[in-house]
């Protein structure tokens, strides 16, 4: 009799421990999703908006309101953003060494994942996937490789691909980046609040319209300064250069630019990354290139007739062409979002 109890318990016990795997296995597989995914538009194309480094769905709100009658969009919230759920921290050893057997950019792979599940389980038919600067480019970019039929074009606005940090017209090993990368991480650990905010000073190069920097300031203080440095150490680890090669889906990089050299030093370099990035990234067979210049980095906010026709022209085939503004242009009357 007792064995046969003994056995009953063993069993019970097993099945508990597999459920209690199973579910765990579930729970790990599932990541962190996104904090917010906002819908609009009845259009027939589909599209994914991503938004960049320290900011979330909301710069895209514009963008959406006036193209709801040619697109239904999904503008995404990355987890963390404007002090949400971020993804579990890596884990590192005593000295802060991490597990060389695991990923290097393990918040970039629960977005991409979380990419795929927003396709899959709403069901979105062949999106265009628009990414913001590197980040949201990067993200757009690694869906279109690794999940390619869930993508039928991407559009990366004023991203610094295949790999940042760009350097200064040569290419910057992965041990150099790898160093800058835990430099980096380290420099904001030791930020305190002063140095912080002072960070989130947002320079006059984001857009042209004074009233949609300071919002834009508001949001990027809701971004924890550990999940920028964590966001940042990813990115500057990672190098899509080899990968590229594979991209079957059409893409379009776009950039900001000037007619004449910034005469500020850290501008200057800027500019000398965002030139030698699309050389690089027109080189790839896949990949148009276009510039909007004497543009600042929020294109989409500073000329949005033209940068909505240069996103329409790519999607139906039509020729591309770089967009000159005029210089000490007045950005369009809008007023930030609420």
């Given at each position: 009799?007792?064995?046969?109890?003994?056995?009953?318990?063993?069993?019970?016990?097993?099945?508990?421990?597999?459920?209690?795997?199973?579910?765990?296995?579930?729970?790990?597989?599932?990541?962190?999703?996104?904090?917010?995914?906002?819908?609009?538009?009845?259009?027939?194309?589909?599209?994914?908006?991503?938004?960049?480094?320290?900011?979330?769905?909301?710069?895209?709100?514009?963008?959406?309101?006036?193209?709801?009658?040619?697109?239904?969009?999904?503008?995404?919230?990355?987890?963390?953003?404007?002090?949400?759920?971020?993804?579990?921290?890596?884990?590192?050893?005593?000295?802060?060494?991490?597990?060389?057997?695991?990923?290097?950019?393990?918040?970039?792979?629960?977005?991409?994942?979380?990419?795929?599940?927003?396709?899959?389980?709403?069901?979105?038919?062949?999106?265009?996937?628009?990414?913001?600067?590197?980040?949201?480019?990067?993200?757009?970019?690694?869906?279109?490789?690794?999940?390619?039929?869930?993508?039928?074009?991407?559009?990366?606005?004023?991203?610094?691909?295949?790999?940042?940090?760009?350097?200064?017209?040569?290419?910057?090993?992965?041990?150099?980046?790898?160093?800058?990368?835990?430099?980096?991480?380290?420099?904001?650990?030791?930020?305190?609040?002063?140095?912080?905010?002072?960070?989130?000073?947002?320079?006059?190069?984001?857009?042209?319209?004074?009233?949609?920097?300071?919002?834009?300031?508001?949001?990027?203080?809701?971004?924890?300064?550990?999940?920028?440095?964590?966001?940042?150490?990813?990115?500057?680890?990672?190098?899509?250069?080899?990968?590229?090669?594979?991209?079957?889906?059409?893409?379009?990089?776009?950039?900001?630019?000037?007619?004449?050299?910034?005469?500020?030093?850290?501008?200057?370099?800027?500019?000398?990354?965002?030139?030698?990035?699309?050389?690089?990234?027109?080189?790839?067979?896949?990949?148009?290139?276009?510039?909007?210049?004497?543009?600042?980095?929020?294109?989409?906010?500073?000329?949005?007739?033209?940068?909505?026709?240069?996103?329409?022209?790519f999607i139906s085939g039509q020729p591309i062409y770089d967009f000159v503004a005029p210089p000490e242009v007045k950005a369009p009357e809008a007023a930030a979002p609420e």
């Amino acid at each position: 009799m007792k064995s046969v109890i003994e056995s009953s318990v063993a069993r019970v016990c097993a099945v508990a421990m597999a459920m209690t795997l199973l579910f765990a296995g579930t729970a790990i597989a599932k990541g962190t999703p996104f904090a917010h995914v906002e819908k609009r538009g009845e259009g027939d194309q589909a599209m994914i908006l991503i938004h960049g480094l320290s900011t979330d769905w909301r710069i895209w709100e514009d963008f959406m309101e006036r193209n709801s009658a040619q697109y239904t969009m999904y503008a995404i919230s990355l987890p963390g953003s404007s002090g949400s759920e971020a993804p579990p921290m890596p884990e590192v050893d005593e000295e802060g060494a991490r597990d060389p057997d695991e990923s290097t950019t393990p918040w970039m792979d629960n977005a991409v994942r979380q990419l795929r599940n927003l396709v899959r389980d709403e069901d979105i038919d062949s999106p265009v996937v628009i990414g913001h600067t590197t980040l949201g480019g990067v993200l757009a970019t690694r869906l279109a490789l690794e999940y390619p039929k869930y993508v039928s074009q991407v559009i990366a606005v004023d991203a610094f691909l295949p790999w940042m940090p760009m350097g200064d017209g040569a290419r910057v090993s992965i041990e150099e980046r790898n160093a800058s990368a835990d430099e980096t991480v380290f420099l904001i650990k030791q930020f305190d609040n002063d140095r912080w905010e002072q960070s989130l000073q947002v320079p006059s190069t984001y857009s042209i319209n004074e009233d949609r920097v300071e919002w834009l300031a508001g949001v990027m203080r809701e971004t924890e300064a550990s999940v920028k440095a964590q966001w940042l150490n990813e990115l500057i680890r990672f190098d899509l250069e080899t990968d590229l090669h594979d991209l079957a889906a059409p893409m379009l990089a776009t950039y900001m630019t000037v007619d004449s050299p910034p005469t500020d030093v850290r501008a200057w370099q800027a500019q000398q990354k965002r030139e030698q990035s699309m050389r690089l990234m027109g080189s790839y067979a896949s990949v148009m290139t276009a510039k909007f210049v004497n543009c600042k980095n929020y294109i989409m906010w500073d000329f949005p007739e033209q940068f909505d026709e240069t996103v329409a022209n790519f999607i139906s085939g039509q020729p591309i062409y770089d967009f000159v503004a005029p210089p000490e242009v007045k950005a369009p009357e809008a007023a930030a979002p609420e």
